[in-house]
Nanobody
């Protein structure tokens, strides 16, 4: 079965960095586009970053220049490097493939 397991979240001060990982299994990872989404309390779930099978990337305007999505096809893993974190980045971050979602990892940025 499809599994998406996020890790790497935590509590960090504003200006800090975190690196999220999403370990994928149960499907053909190499030809698959992958995405990171986030959901803050009381808000909808929004796209943060996406990466195609050809390593093309797409970012939400709010994270451009601060976040970087990458993938390691040998490890079936997609990453989200988050730099210069802001309190408004606080949310649960989810990994997505097709219609499948991971359980999420909490990112909290203190001011």
């Amino acid at each position: 079965q499809v599994q998406l397991v996020e890790s790497g979240g935590g509590l960090v001060q504003a200006g800090g960095t975190l690196r999220l990982s999403c370990a994928a299994s149960g499907f053909m990872f190499r030809p698959s586009a992958m995405g990171w989404y986030r959901q803050a309390p009381g808000k909808q779930r929004d796209m943060v970053a996406r990466i195609s099978s050809g390593f093309n990337t797409d970012y939400a305007d709010s994270v451009k220049g601060r976040f970087t999505i990458s993938r390691d096809n040998a490890k079936n893993t997609v990453y989200l490097q988050m730099n210069s974190l802001k309190p408004e980045d606080t949310a649960v971050y989810y990994c997505r493939w097709s219609v499948y979602w991971g359980r999420g990892t909490q990112v909290t940025v203190s001011s």
